[in-house]
Antibody, heavy 118, light 107 residues
Framework: QVQLQESGPGLVKPSETLSLTCTVS????????WNWIRQPPGKGLEWIAY???????NYNPSLKSRATISVDTSKKQFSLNLRSVSAADTAMYYC????????????WGQGTLVTVSS | DIQMTQSPSSLSAFVGDRVTITCRAS??????LNWYQQKSGKAPKLLIF???TLQSGVPSRFSGSGSGTDFTLTISSLQSEDSAVYYC?????????FGGGTKVEIK
């Protein structure tokens, strides 16, 4: 069974860059799209971006080009950089696999809470 | 962006009750809708994809229906372990968007 594990700092200062990495184990990285989804405390879910194993990407325009997603297939990792963060970016960040045939988010990491504060 | 509106935002029901949650899309998304369950402090879990197909391992008391703009998630006989927040999510258009969630509590 595939497992996803987020890693990265839990505290980021305003205007700096949030950087997270997701490590995939127990399954292949090829053949799927890999996503970041976030959830502010007590609120709903927001899709941020995806990357295919081949490197094709797509982003939520709401992030106003602040986000960059990348993949390292040799390490079975994918990463998110979010620039110029503010308190509004405080959230639980999940790395998530999207199944290509069903277009569903079928495997989720446990999530990592990132707080933006000075 | 396609807006997904869930109703009600919360509900409380007894064990054994039939529970229905509605999700409405701001424009037609065909059958391109998924449902997720999120228990407190946990990541969401996929319940249903393509509007009505049950994910492997999900109890058969969960079912989904609808197409176009109106969708429903039904729990035929509510169990105590079903206490959670339920989200719909559309993939008919980019960006992918979620409903605001429906909190289900057990009386």
């Amino acid at each position: 069974q595939v497992q996803l594990q987020e890693s990265g700092p839990g505290l980021v200062k305003p205007s700096e860059t949030l950087s997270l990495t997701c490590t995939v184990s127990g399954g292949p990285i090829s053949g799927y799209s890999w996503n970041w989804i976030r959830q502010p405390p007590g609120k709903g879910l927001e899709w941020i971006a995806y990357i295919y194993y081949s490197g094709t990407t797509n982003y939520n325009p709401s992030l106003k080009s602040r986000a960059t997603i990348s993949v390292d297939t040799s390490k079975k990792q994918f990463s998110l950089n979010l620039r110029s963060v503010s308190a509004a970016d405080t959230a639980m960040y999940y790395c998530v696999r999207r199944e290509s045939s069903t277009w569903s988010f079928d495997s989720w990491g446990q999530g990592t809470l990132v707080t933006v504060s000075s | 962006d396609i807006q997904m509106t869930q109703s009600p935002s919360s509900l409380s029901a007894f064990v054994g009750d039939r529970v229905t949650i509605t999700c409405r899309a701001s424009q037609s998304i065909s059958n391109y809708l998924n449902w997720y369950q999120q228990k407190s402090g946990k990541a969401p879990k996929l319940l249903i994809f393509f509007a009505s197909t049950l994910q492997s391992g999900v109890p058969s008391r969960f079912s989904g229906s609808g197409s176009g703009t109106d969708f429903t998630l039904t729990i035929s006989s509510l169990q105590s372990e079903d206490s959670a927040v339920y989200y719909c999510q559309q993939y008919g258009n980019w960006p992918l968007t979620f409903g605001g969630g429906t909190k289900v509590e057990i009386k």
